[in-house]
Each structure stands twice: as C-alpha cells, then as structure tokens.
C-alpha cells in the first residue's frame, strides 16, 4: 500500500471540496477554486470533512496513480486554505528588483531591464530590492513562474550573481590561477 496514498486529507474549515463525474474535483477556499481531473482508475470519496483516495488492485499503474492523486488533491486543499509562496534572492552589485503595476522590473547587469508581467493566480511581492515573493494557491503555477523569473538570469558559480531561490546553495568554484606557461 501506498505510504502517501492511504493518508486522508482533513478538509479545513471554509474549504468545499466536490467531487464530479469523471472524478473532476473542484476545490473552493478563501484564497480562490482549483479543479483537477482524477483518473478514473483512482476512486474518491469525501465524507465528513476527509478525502480518501483508493485504488482497485497492485497494478503498478494503480499504484503510481495512487499516491499522485492524493498528492494532487492535498495540494488543492493547501492552496486555497493557505495558498504557496517561493523566495527568491537577487544577488548581484547593481542588481535589484523593482515593481511597476503589474509588472516585475529587473536590473540584472544587461544592458536594458527585463521585465516579468504578472499572470493570473500569481501575486509578486518584494520585502527589499533584493527579494521577490511569489505567492498562490497553484503550487504547480507558483513553482512555473519562479523558474521563469529564475531563467532570466541564472546564478553563476564563479561570484554567485543571478538569481537563486531562498534555499538554494550555489556550489562555488574557484577561478583561473594565472600560472603562465614556458
């Protein structure tokens, strides 16, 4: 059995959870509705406030669908009860992030600023010009759209410049020695 799988989700409080035909659920909470296709394969049934997800046999396909549904629908819960948010740093002299509208500007040592328009369910905060939040209730679009302001500039291993997440460590690497040759 599955060690993911067989665990219930509790349901918080101001949370609707509605499982439709085609096993579609659709999970409604404070900070917004998701909706995710289930396989039918996988059976859910919701019932005083606790999801559980089973599967039919110990086919391995039941059995890698078991414990991704479940996951799945767990984040849903976590998203719209509490919702995601990934750090990132912006380490570099001169580098720094500004916000105009509804827009991410970065200086990121190029000649012009790039610039990040915000999406839908996806909230940008900075806590200085050097930390970006990115906060929602889609961990799967919260975790996109990092990467995305992360590809703009990556961290570099020789001075650790770019864009890193909080709980990144940039391996370094020590540079050129300078050793001439005869």
């Known amino acids: ?40 394969k996988i059976s859910v049934k919701c019932s005083d406030g606790v999801i559980a997800v089973t599967r039919p046999t110990d086919d391995k396909e039941h059995r890698s669908l078991h414990g991704l549904s479940r996951t799945l629908i767990n984040n849903m819960v976590v998203g719209v009860s509490q919702g995601f948010e990934k750090v990132l740093e912006v380490n570099g002299v001169g580098y720094r992030a500004t916000k105009q509208g509804n827009k991410l500007v970065m200086n990121l040592g190029y000649s012009h600023q790039v610039e990040v328009p915000e999406i ?3 909230t940008v905060e900075l806590r200085d010009q050097n930390k970006i939040v990115i906060k929602g209730a889609d961990k799967q679009m919260v975790g996109q759209f990092a990467a995305e302001v992360r590809e703009k500039r990556p961290p570099e291993p020789y001075k650790g410049k770019g864009i890193k997440y909080a709980n ?10 300078g050793a001439k040759k005869k």
């Open 1 to 40: 059995m599955s060690r993911i799988g067989k665990m219930p989700i509790t349901v918080p409080e101001g949370v609707e959870v509605k499982i439709g035909k085609d096993n579609k659920v659709t999970v409604k909470g404070p900070n917004g509705t998701l909706e995710q296709n289930i396989s039918p």
């Open 120 to 122: 839908p369910g996806i």
């Open 168 to 177: 990144e460590i940039i391996k370094r690497k020590e540079g050129k020695t």
